[in-house]
């Protein structure tokens, strides 16, 4: 099997090796975390096809792969598959090829409740100190976590000279809604997937804990990189697009382009402004003198892109919200045509704007922002939101759960944004 996997493509997926019996919680955090960290994933519940367990094994391996990790739990001393095939495999690669990356996940511990760190060379049959070397981490949340950093920037390391060939450019893949599979990878630096929602419009709360976990690799990982330029390409939801650009702010990288489904480029701006010849109106606004906010004062904005108004959510929120709002503003493009994307950076720029005075009119408030727009738009005006606080919300309109509720659409606080925040741009998940 080892013959035939001579060269290494470094955007090949992670093959994650583990005992079934006690690992599969483990797996499947860790499978989340990194795919929600860009990194592509082949584990065997969601990649590998029926059959044999060693044929499936060489399968993909022969598909290609980048890296390994083995999750060492207790009773993978049990397992002769991880053991005596995928283990020596792994570990062969990873001393044959210096881009081969390979971590360890580790469960066990010693008498003093301890990780064991001696454990792996001993449960798989290795002689003591031979994986001493290799980056091993607890299987705790923050272990893991530990463990996907390495592996990030590991990759984007492998990865420059391939970005320096590509006129300095970082392609980044962005997908909230697809089930996430080891086919759905597109060979970018970093192919971002969130764990798929149960709910038909809300993104799955799991899935944007795990991007709040990750989303600070972004930035480092661009500029290590070498990239000057940044191409985004993909769809899912407008919070996710927003904290998503918020996180890649144009102070660090200075040039953004999505290109969305249809293969058409949205270009960004490098700052929020408000043009002579404007793109976009106030359509209408208020100030609510009855609100008693706690603390910080919060204001709300509507960035209602889409042809044909449709304001019931919106009306909805100014209801519910009316004892903490104290300012609020509805923005719209100039008619109800379809945005030309040529005009995208100079509307992303407005609108940004428009975010920033009235926040600042209002005591540095922290803004609501409700959004009905394009997908490339959440991106590009999120990125020209540094220093703001931002609540971002995601349109509903599922039936109410109990009987006699109210049917209108609605606005759910789904993320609170910081694109200056130390830890990374999200905050909290309020979903």
């Known amino acids: 099997m080892t013959g035939r996997h001579q060269t290494l493509d470094p955007s090949d997926p992670i093959f994650i ?5 006690d690992g599969t919680a483990i797996t499947a955090e860790l499978a ?12 065997d519940r969601d990649d ?63 008498v003093e409740s301890r990780t064991d760190y001696d454990a792996p060379d001993r449960l798989l049959a290795r002689r003591p100190g031979q994986l001493s070397g290799v980056d091993q981490n607890p299987a705790t949340r923050e272990g893991l976590k530990a463990l996907t950093r390495g592996l990030v920037w590991h990759r984007v390391a492998s990865l420059r000279e391939r970005v320096e060939n590509r006129e300095q ?16 990878r597109t060979g970018a630096e970093l192919d971002i997937r969130l764990r798929p929602s149960g709910h038909e419009r809300l993104p799955n709360a799991e899935g944007l804990h795990d991007l709040k976990d990750t989303i600070g690799l972004l930035p480092d990982a661009v500029t290590r990189s070498g990239a000057h330029r940044l191409c985004i390409r993909g769809g899912g939801h407008l919070s996710v697009g927003f904290a998503v650009g918020a996180a890649l702010p144009s ?36 100030k ?65 704007a428009h975010i920033r005075a009235i926040s600042n009119e209002n005591n540095n408030a922290q803004t609501h922002i409700l959004l009905r727009c394009p997908f490339p738009l959440a991106l590009l005006v999120g990125r020209l939101t540094n220093t703001l606080r931002c609540v971002v919300y995601e349109w509903d309109d599922s039936d109410p759960i109990e009987p006699g509720g109210d049917y209108r659409a609605r606005y759910v606080p789904t993320l609170k944004v910081r694109a200056s925040a130390s830890d990374g741009a999200i905050e909290e998940v309020l979903i």
């Open 288 to 352: 609510n003198q009855s609100a008693i906010p706690l603390g910080r004062p919060s204001v709300a904005i509507y960035i209602d892109l889409l042809p044909q108004r449709s304001d019931t959510a919106f009306s909805r929120f100014l209801e519910e919200s009316r004892d903490f709002i104290v300012a609020w503003r509805h923005i719209s493009n100039l008619d109800n045509s379809l945005i030309d994307p040529k005009d995208a950076g100079r509307i992303a720029s407005e609108i940004a």
């Open 17 to 21: 090796s583990y005992r079934q019996n």
């Open 32 to 43: 989340w975390i990194l795919r929600t960290a860009g990194i592509p994933v082949w584990r």
């Open 48 to 110: 590998l096809p029926p059959g044999d367990t060693e044929e499936r094994l060489e399968q993909a391996i022969a598909a290609g792969i980048s890296g390994g990790i083995l999750v060492v739990t207790p009773d993978v001393v049990n397992s002769r598959v991880v053991r005596m095939v995928e283990a020596p495999h792994l570990i062969e690669l990873h001393q044959r090829h210096q881009n081969f990356v390979l971590g360890i996940a580790n469960s066990v511990q010693n």
């Open 251 to 286: 102070s660090r990288v200075g040039k953004m382009v999505v290109i969305d489904q249809k293969g058409v480029d949205w270009e960004s701006q490098s700052e929020s402004n408000l043009h002579d010849m404007t793109k976009v109106q106030i359509l209408d606004e208020g």
């Open 169 to 184: 450019t970082f392609n980044l893949s962005l997908q909230t809604r697809n089930t996430p599979q080891v086919y759905d």
